[in-house]
């Protein structure tokens, strides 16, 4: 067998530990989840939908591919769905890449670009955050003929950040046609600032090399269904359809997807959950003599000093959150917010975790 030696470099995927393991009184504060759990409305629909799991799924989720479009006033051909966004994220790179193509991203942002990238013996950039930011002059200056491909991560993970509308435009005003600019809005409906870049005009405008992608996994609270989508010009999602597994979205989350989107008022208390615990937040952090990064998400980030010791003795009492130093972050851990009762547990062991 011949094995490509890029693949076997990898590192294996860790798993965060499952809730299972850790017994049922560990607080899982390390992947983003909605504290408000999934939108009822889903699960209303799902109930019915059960009934039909015998059946294939729509291969093109016309129906949930027609909401995701009439919404933002986009066709459906401009839309695709995936087994979770981070799906999407693979196949970009299965798609565009030949080996020694370059990536640019941050260093210091979602992990999958890097690892899919190194997937298909690309090269991955890593441009350094600037106060924890994506710098996007940094970024663009960092494009070379061999580049095929950028993340932006906005708003960023794991630190929170995003970029205003301003230096966005700015950005996109000079990506070469050559290069195509994948702009990650997993976190858009927790942004909160007045310039928060809205891209979709330029796609209805026509532009061609950038994609938006987006995710049920989040605001949504459906993770455990893996369902993200895409924003594109259709030459682009239709090439990507070329190489999407035929089935790549199952029914339930098909079913889910589409009763959540109307789910107004999950959506509105999840985003008021996700403000008001980040200002609880801002507000303990800061009493601990921290400094929160200011960010607009479902999380927030935080400077402890050892992020790693931090994290194993919050394990022990009871909390898991994510260790900067995997991801160029040294020092900072990554916090989800939980529910009220747990934001507030999570400060006294955190408080005790410090003064040892
Ligand atoms: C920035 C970002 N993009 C994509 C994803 C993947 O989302 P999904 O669960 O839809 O695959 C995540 C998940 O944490 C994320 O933080």
Not at 112 to 122: A, F, I, K, P, V
Request: aromatic letters at 8%; a negative charge; charged letters at 20%.
């Amino acid at each position: 067998m011949h094995f490509k030696d890029y693949i076997t470099q990898l590192p294996a995927y860790k798993p965060a530990k499952l809730i299972a393991q850790y017994g049922t009184d560990i607080v899982k504060l390390s992947s983003n989840e909605n504290a408000c759990g999934p939108s009822p409305a889903a699960l209303t629909a799902l109930q019915a939908g059960l009934e039909q799991i015998h059946r294939y799924p729509d291969s093109s989720a016309s129906a949930l591919r027609t909401a995701l479009a009439s919404r933002v006033d986009l066709p459906p051909e401009m839309v695709l769905c995936s087994n979770g966004s981070d799906e999407l994220v693979s196949l970009l790179c299965l798609a565009f890449l030949q080996e020694g193509d370059e990536v640019v991203m941050a260093e210091g942002t979602f992990i999958s670009y890097l690892l899919r990238t190194l997937m298909m013996g690309g090269r991955p950039v890593r441009v350094p955050l600037r106060n924890y930011t994506h710098d996007l002059v940094a970024m663009l200056a960092a494009i070379t003929p061999r580049t095929r491909l950028v993340f932006v991560c906005n708003p960023n993970n794991p630190t929170g950040t995003t970029n205003g509308a301003d230096e966005m435009h700015e950005f996109l005003g000079q990506i070469p046609q050559s290069v195509l600019v994948v702009v990650d809005e997993a976190y858009i409906e927790f942004a909160t600032r007045p310039d928060y870049p809205d891209l979709l005009p330029e796609l209805r405008a026509g532009r061609s090399n950038l994609m938006l992608l987006r995710t049920f996994a989040k605001i949504y609270g459906l993770a455990g269904l893996r369902l993200g989508y895409a924003y594109a010009h259709p030459t682009l999602t239709s090439y990507l359809d070329r190489v999407r597994p035929t089935f790549n979205v199952n029914a339930l989350a098909q079913i889910a997807g589409i009763a959540a989107l109307s789910d107004v008022d999950h959506v509105a208390r999840s985003r008021a959950h996700a403000n008001d615990s980040r200002r609880f937040f801002e507000r303990e952090l800061t009493a601990l003599g921290l400094h929160p990064i200011p960010g607009e998400t479902n999380f927030v980030a935080v400077d402890v000093g050892d992020d790693l010791a931090v994290t194993e003795a919050l394990y022990q009492r009871g909390f898991t959150v994510t260790p900067l130093t995997g991801w160029g972050i040294p020092g900072c851990i990554r916090v989800s917010f939980g529910t009220t009762e747990q934001n507030t547990c999570f400060i006294v062991a955190l408080a005790a975790v410090l003064a040892h």
